[in-house]
Nanobody, 123 residues
Framework: QVQLVESGGGLVQAGGSLILSCAASGRTFSRYAMGWFRQVPGKEREFVAA????????DYADSVKGRFTISRDNAKNTVYLQMNSLKPEDTAVYYC????????????????WGQGTQVTVSS
């Protein structure tokens, strides 16, 4: 099993940047593909970014391509989401998740979830 704890959320002005971190427990972190999702009240959780277990393959939602970067450090059991050029529409609770799939972009493909961290972008 993997336990995930996100951090780094907060309030930022439009155009600003934030780095989210997700710390994982357990010695098998490097076996999991990792992803970031986000959710706003009344809407379904949506895919943001994913990275394979080795870090060699990455996927992004079209809405964040060119602005967000996902990375991981398997020695530190941590995955990151660098968010640049933030927009008010990026406001959401951001969740980190772990998947047993080689790489996954759908909610149902992820088995473990963190508690989420709020990101608010003001205009």
């Amino acid at each position: 099993q993997v336990q995930l704890v996100e951090s780094g959320g907060g309030l930022v002005q439009a155009g600003g940047s934030l780095i989210l971190s997700c710390a994982a427990s357990g010695r098998t972190f490097s076996r999991y593909a990792m992803g970031w999702f986000r959710q706003v009240p009344g809407k379904e959780r949506e895919f943001v970014a994913a990275i394979s277990w080795s870090g060699g393959s990455r996927d992004y939602a079209d809405s964040v391509k060119g602005r967000f970067t996902i990375s991981r450090d398997n020695a530190k059991n941590t995955v990151y989401l660098q968010m640049n050029s933030l927009k008010p529409e990026d406001t959401a609770v951001y969740y980190c998740a772990a998947s047993n799939f080689v790489q996954a972009t759908m909610v149902k493909e992820y088995s473990y979830w963190g508690q989420g961290t709020q990101v608010t972008v003001s205009s």
